[in-house]
């Protein structure tokens, strides 16, 4: 404790080195904590409010302790900050001699083999843009230290042409490329084994953890302290990448780099268009079987549907087979080329896949471990596993005398971390909940509005915006709609337009979908009056201060949409238990979703702003109660003109 009260406190290096720092009291709190579970080996489930200084808190002990530190976080936005800003701000303060790396998926480095590949097929480019795209990167490559395409911002982060510059898993020709000793890949994995502290994200240790149950471990080094911020988003990541996914996309796109590399290395000896063409024309007649599908409101099948559609479980046999065929062919010709040694590990693992699932479709085999489901889009199939728990296999990380550190701003239901906990299965954790520091009664409102109709009724959207308008206008927009639809957000917006019609109003909308998520919120923190319209992804790492984000809406409580595949699975498992799914399951999971939600209204000291959840079971309903005490300690009411009257007041004169 003396030595973080030399670190965090008023005269402390902290102090000694930033001009603006002053001690907070429960950053230290937070960080004791921490410090108590490193030097016990344990593990900490730790809950910090918006405003605690989370980072800090968990980067000083961690770094204090000369432990090997793993540092997990929810983006690679994070990434980056804690590695460009965060670390070496601590590491100057401290003024301790410390190694850092950062490590992400192979998918984010360049790699040299496909980047020459590429150039040397110049007809392999669909654009002007991506001719002008593969000479930048081709630049990029020789000057880089990192390849991280984060570091190369004029290619836009979805263009397509990156997923050819890049390698994966399974086409990684490992010690076997000519470009092995320049492999960006190589050199990030070499500095984190040497680094005292390495910054991941939770998608590389998940991608980690399931290479691991193939007894494949060579991604991430050993260390003696993992913490996982942005903890929250654990669990979904888990479900995801203990799962596993095949799409006909992937199998198009085998056949055609199989027949262009036979073709080219071993012409002679397969009838490689032969294979390719009846594989690719058998994907597209199962895709076709699979009509009835598409016509199915959320466009999903499950193993028992295939049973019924006996037509649709042949045609998957016949695209398996067709698959076996070609993967042979690539197997008995991978020594001629590394190329087709790299579609034949390639094709293995979709054969593998593709078995798994038709294995699931078989009545005496319907598996309760595990979710299976197939979607359909307007191009093509998808098929999806997931573990129906992800609890003993989570767990089952943790190595022997390791601590484990989670941190969040939202992992407890009203103070309660059960959930969480018992979701990654973490064995009798010690927990810490540190309140944000902000005096959210003075700073926030809450308003959940009187005689709006129920959020069914075909025109809740219509009168919730309706409501909304003369909030926002006494704002002067700078207000966020969050969705829990991508319809919502279309129809909010196009209600919202009309309304500025109306009115006259020529303020900004920034709707999500037409615009990159990056785009947008840049263009709000420029923009003077704009309001913003988003669904998932702007619930949470939306990080506005000041009076550009003065109004926060939400449009439903944040459940889970019932037909989800895992979550009915999970549901039904409850109820089998005896259980309540509802109370269980789905409250839980929509507390913490919202609390998230409002946590983008107050993010600091000098911020006031009003959140409406226009959803009125929040009041209505018993449940409700578990909900809204879970928020931050806002004001309450009911009344638009008490809302109104709090804007008016904190206004700047």
């Not at 098929?383 to 728990?389: G, K, R, V, Y």
């Not at 005689?451 to 919730?464: K, M, S, T």
Request: hydrophobic residues 45%; glycine residues 6%; proline residues 4%.
């Amino acid at each position: 404790m003396s030595a973080l009260a030399d670190v965090f406190g008023s005269g402390g290096a902290f102090a000694r080195h930033l001009p603006n720092y002053r001690e907070r009291t429960g950053q230290v709190a937070l960080a004791q904590a921490i410090e108590s579970v490193i030097d016990k080996r344990g593990v900490l489930v730790a809950e910090a409010g918006t405003g605690i200084g989370k980072t800090w808190a968990y980067l000083v002990p961690a770094v204090l302790s000369g432990a090997k530190v793993l540092v997990s976080t929810g983006t690679r936005t994070l990434q980056d900050q804690l590695f460009q800003k965060d670390l070496p701000t601590v590491r100057d303060v401290l003024e301790v001699p410390l190694g850092i790396a950062m490590l992400k998926g192979r998918a984010n480095y360049v790699c040299h083999y496909y980047l020459q590949r590429l150039q040397d097929d110049p007809q392999a480019l669909v654009s002007r843009g991506e001719v002008i795209w593969l000479r930048q990167i081709k630049q990029f490559a020789q000057t880089s230290k990192t390849g991280d395409r984060s570091e190369l911002a004029s290619v836009p982060e979805d263009a397509d042409i990156w997923n050819r510059v890049t390698s994966t898993r399974e086409n990684c020709l490992a010690q076997d490329c000519p470009n092995v000793h320049e492999c960006f890949v190589y050199k990030a994995r070499r500095q984190a084994q040497e680094a005292d502290l390495v910054v991941i994200n939770h998608a590389l240790y998940m991608a980690d953890a399931a290479l691991r149950e193939q007894g494949i471990s060579d991604l991430l080094p050993q260390a003696d302290v993992v913490v996982f911020d942005e903890a929250h988003q654990l669990p979904a990541v888990a479900t995801r990448f203990l799962g596993q996914m095949l799409s006909t996309a992937q199998l198009l796109d085998l056949a055609k780099q199989s027949e262009a590399v036979g073709l080219a290395h071993a012409r002679e000896v397969v009838r490689w268009s032969e294979l390719a063409s009846g594989l690719a024309q058998l994907v597209k007649d199962w895709r076709l079987g699979l009509d009835w599908v598409q016509q199915r409101a959320n466009r999903r099948a499950v193993p028992q549907d295939l049973i019924e559609q006996q037509e649709a479980l042949d045609l998957m046999r016949q695209v398996a087979d067709a698959l076996t065929l070609l993967q042979q062919a690539l197997d008995s010709n991978a020594e001629r080329h590394l190329d087709l040694a790299a579609l034949a590990r390639t094709a293995e693992s979709l054969s593998e896949r593709l078995a798994d699932w038709i294995q699931a479709c078989q009545s005496d085999r319907l598996d309760s471990e595990r979710v299976y489901w197939l979607e359909t889009t307007a191009g093509g199939v998808r098929l999806n596993m997931a573990p129906l728990s992800i609890a003993a296999a989570f767990s089952a990380e943790r190595q022997a005398g390791q601590t484990w550190v989670f941190v969040s701003a939202t992992l407890s239901v009203k103070g309660d971390f059960s959930h969480f906990v018992q979701r990654l299965g973490l064995d009798d954790p010690k927990t810490h909940r540190q309140a944000s520091p902000f005096d959210y009664e003075e700073q926030a409102l809450l308003c959940v509005p009187r005689g709006l109709p129920a959020v069914q009724n075909p025109q809740y959207i219509r009168e919730f915006v309706r409501w909304l308008w003369p909030l926002i206008h006494a704002c002067q927009g700078n207000a966020m709609i969050l969705c829990t639809t991508l319809r919502a957000v279309e129809n909010i917006a196009d209600a919202l337009r009309e309304l500025y019609e109306e009115q006259s109003i020529n303020w900004p909308i920034l709707q999500q979908g037409l615009q990159p998520r990056r785009t947008l919120l840049e263009a709000f923190r420029e923009q003077s009056n704009a309001v913003l319209i988003g669904s998932a992804s702007f619930w949470e790492g939306v990080d506005v201060v000041g009076q550009r984000l003065s109004l926060v809406a939400i449009d439903k409580l944040p459940f889970a949409p019932p037909d989800d595949p895992i979550l009915e699975a999970r549901l039904q498992a409850c109820r089998d238990e005896g259980g309540n799914p509802f109370m269980l399951l789905q409250v839980p999971e929509a507390a913490i979703a919202l609390k998230q939600g409002a946590g983008r209204l107050i993010r600091s000291e000098r911020d006031w702003g009003v959140l409406v959840v226009g959803d009125t079971r929040l009041v209505d309903k018993p449940y409700g109660r578990s909900l809204w005490q879970g928020l931050p300690p806002f004001k309450r009411t009911r009344e638009q003109e008490e809302a109104l009257a709090f804007i008016h007041q904190k206004q700047p004169a």
